[in-house]
């Protein structure tokens, strides 16, 4: 570890010492959107750039245009930032925009799942991210209320649970979660994939060869989806353990109805986990745990998935900036007070897995964490990696969300009808 420590800094510092001797670069422009995890790494850009004389101009943007304002930005080769939020839904969709890193000091200590070059590679087979940390849901349960034997451990089971809790006054609601477009991932992913089913065929496949090959076939039309899409048709209509409005809700709706004390399970990413635990935003601080998630019928083994999110600099902005981009962000991998900082305030496993061993020795959560996810042997890939991943999803979301907004007897009918879109979206 030391000896590691050791070569990581030594190589930072001498990045640092070549790039501060050759530039005038003043400033570096961050674009991101505001969130925990962003803005503890944008702190420790901060404490780079105050040692360094570099002044760090923060320049927010909201997630639910994040990724068209930025891909306008990356194609009209703006030099409107210097680095920018980077996430493996568009990995694809940007690589050939961006700067390649692999020339930046502490990579070879990222996850290597997280940063398969299939994932962030461009056609040279270079990768073009650097990560910020991992990003990943879990099922989070409300230990006032549920006591670790009891937690589901099938999608039938939360229902079952959830109506207890409410004919005990005990919640307002048995689950909620995001369901909107971009937040598909806190009911509909988690809950597809633990029924053995995702949104092309063949399921799991994320070669995109093989996905050509099979026509980019859409799984809208299968059985497992239209059980998907019942199960959380009934869960809000006829369970009623679910808010009506939920198809609407983004992740911030749903986290705050979780904090608010008004419901008994969630599924969100591990870094709302110190927002969670936070007194002054939260009524459930200190009565929540997390757990594995629950499996439908057709899946009999846990699974995970585990992503990074992470930063990239675009291609087009002038050499002098990069190299500075380079250096700040070779910093931050060697950063471990300000990763430790990260880790306490969001729960999200810091973008260094150098320091997840300290990180375990001294916190259950990170232990649990390590077993439900980051060493699971049975994983997922959260998202598809080619450019059209972004339309595809949103063809996605638009039927499951048209089928459970609907009828419960033409649920099928929407879901056949709109395959073929979904089909259409990833030939275009």
Known sequence: MNIVRRTLIAGAIGLLAAGSASGQVKELKIGYQPSPIQDLSIAMFETWGAKNGIKIVKVPNSYGVYVEKMTASLTSNSDQYDVIWHNDDWGQLWAHLLEPTDDIPGLQFAEKWGMDKVVFGNAQGQNTVVPMGQTFSVFFYRTDLVQPSEVPKTLAEVVEMGKKLQAANKVKWGYVGGMAMNHSWYTWFWSMWGNDCDVLMPFYERDNKVLAANGWKSSLGEPCMKETAEYWWDAINTHKISPRGMPAYDRNEANAIFTAGDAAFTVADTLWWGNFNDPAKSKVSGKIAAAR????????????????????????ISPERKKLAKEMLAAMMVDEEGQLKMWKATGAPPPNTQFWPKIAAQDPFMQLLKEAALESPDKVRGAYYFPQWPAVHKAFNDAVTKAVTGKREDIAKVLQDNAPLVSKAAQQ
């Open 293 to 316: 998630f629950p499996l439908g019928p057709h899946r009999t083994k846990n699974f995970a998935w585990d992503d990074i999110w992470g930063w990239a600099i675009p291609k087009s």
